[in-house]
């Protein structure tokens, strides 16, 4: 028992929860290289809101890690543990505001659909505080990927 919950449920979250972690890391330094290049007329309001969107991915990197170590496990820390087990297409050299904000919508999309995983999963394993945090994640990034795609068009 972990917490009181079933070992091996908490053993296959802790792995899924690591995963989301590699792709959050990616998505991270997806938005900290868009903030840096983005050009053209939407560079004020696009630059703006890429910082605002990695400072958030960073304090949910936080939020995941820290959720691993309470769940008794090790959060994945190297770049090479990132590279291995992150599925977000990683970004290099976009500066055009389109290609920049549909990155940033697919990435959001892979990010929801590990989140919705760990979300039927933790509610399976009674997990109430990865549930939660899954819960308020998907609520907050259904609606970022909303105005994104408005944003597009």
């Given at each position: 028992m972990i917490l009181g919950l079933n070992a091996q449920k908490v053993n296959e979250l802790t792995k899924d929860l690591n995963e989301l972690l590699a792709n959050f890391q990616v998505y991270y330094q997806n938005l900290r290289g868009l903030h840096w290049n983005i050009r053209g007329k939407s560079f004020f309001e696009l630059h703006v809101k890429f910082e605002e969107l990695y400072v958030d991915a960073q304090e949910k990197v936080d939020m995941?890690?820290?959720?691993?170590?309470?769940?008794?496990?090790?959060?994945?820390?190297?770049?090479?543990?990132?590279?291995?087990?992150?599925?977000?297409k990683v970004g290099k050299n976009i500066s055009k505001d389109t290609d920049a904000v549909t990155l940033v919508v697919n990435s959001i999309e892979t990010l929801l659909e590990i989140e919705r995983k760990i979300l039927d999963k933790s509610d399976e394993a009674d997990d109430e505080g990865t549930n939660t945090l899954m819960s308020d994640f998907i609520s907050e990034q259904e609606k970022t990927v909303w105005m994104l795609k408005a944003w597009l068009g």
């Open positions: 995941i890690a820290e959720r691993i170590l309470t769940l008794e496990a090790t959060p994945l820390h190297t770049f090479e543990d990132y590279a291995n087990n992150a599925t977000v």
